[in-house]
């Protein structure tokens, strides 16, 4: 079997991924065969593939992660303190502290350990951005966006780029919010020309809030780093929270925090699932290859 088709499945708040090791080569699997691993039932199923690759800079390693679509993603919350919990465990990187570059730009990374191993992940998610190419004007000018949905009803939202862009829409009722219906008409809409993750946020209090995620190329998701970052920081835009909430999400809870000079912080758990192989014979007829 090619060392390659080694992975080892990861969540984090039930948000999962499949890591491969990809320190020399890079990412070495096409979006086709990356959304047919990431398929439920006839694949491995996940939230998306992580490619832990060597560093270009002065980090201690580098993220490459693409949606269970197959399409590549430019940071992910989740994605990269699974990858941090990989690369301390099974690569003897870093610890306590560590840099990962990501598409986005290098993340810092504080690991919490006992006995040696990863029980907990903090990471600076950096700066949130209202003015971005992959968001509309409105979110720069501090105020909320209107948009027309293909079956003629309005949402208002607040956008936010988290390294990817997001956009939040506050509900009363957060079981029943349409995230079937409203956050692939929202992930598609025009005025964001590389789709948008999309977060329902209900504020439960001061200190907390409840969210769910449709993800941009994957779906609605237990959890979402980025998307967890970007509604409290919507939330704290909107003045419903201070300086630091619990992220409830269907897979768990997230705890964020914004310091004094502006950065998100995410920290959370990130879980070992279980480890697995490829079959070269099914990557072949997929049209796919362990080259």
Same mark, same amino acid.
């Given at each position: ?50 490619? *832990?690759? $060597?560093?270009?800079?002065? *980090?201690?390693? =580098?993220?490459?992660?693409?949606? *269970? ?21 099974? %690569? ?11 598409? *986005?730009?290098? %993340? ?23 003015? $971005? ?78 969210? %769910? ?8 998701? %237990? ?20 300086? $630091? ?39 072949? $007829?997929?049209?796919?290859?362990? =080259?």
């Amino acid at each position: 079997m090619p060392e390659e088709a080694a992975f080892i499945k990861y969540h984090g708040t039930g948000n999962d991924f499949l890591i491969f090791d990809a320190w020399e080569r890079g990412p070495f699997l096409g979006p086709q065969v990356i959304a047919a691993i990431c398929t439920p039932h006839t694949g491995v199923g996940a939230d998306g593939v992580i490619f *832990a690759c $060597s560093p270009r800079t002065g *980090a201690e390693a =580098r993220m490459r992660i693409f949606n *269970a679509d197959g399409s590549e993603a430019e940071m992910c919350g989740n994605g990269i303190r699974c990858l941090a919990k990989y690369l301390h465990e099974h %690569r003897g990187i870093g610890g306590p502290r560590m840099f990962i570059e990501t598409e *986005a730009g290098a %993340r810092e990374i504080n690991l919490l350990l006992r006995d040696g191993v990863v029980e907990e992940v903090e990471v600076d998610m950096g700066i949130p951005e209202f003015s $971005s190419s992959d968001l509309p004007p409105s979110a720069g000018e501090d105020r909320a966006t209107t948009l027309a949905l293909p079956d003629g009803e309005e949402v208002e939202c607040l956008c936010v780029s988290m390294g990817n862009p997001h956009c939040v829409i506050f509900v009363e009722d957060l079981d029943n919010a349409p995230v079937a219906v409203r956050g692939p008409q929202v992930e598609n809409h025009p005025l964001f020309p590389n789709r948008v993750n999309v977060e329902f946020v209900r504020v439960l209090g001061a200190d907390r809030i409840a969210v %769910r995620v449709w993800e941009r190329g994957v779906g609605e998701t %237990r959890a979402c780093g980025t998307g967890a970052c970007a509604a409290f920081v919507a939330a704290v835009r909107a003045g419903f929270l201070s300086r $630091s909430a619990v992220v409830e999400l269907p897979g768990g809870e997230l705890r964020t925090s914004v310091d004094d000079h502006g950065h998100v912080w995410l920290a959370g758990p990130a879980v070992e699932v279980f480890r697995g192989e490829l079959n070269p014979s099914w990557l072949h $007829s997929l049209g796919g290859s362990l =080259r």
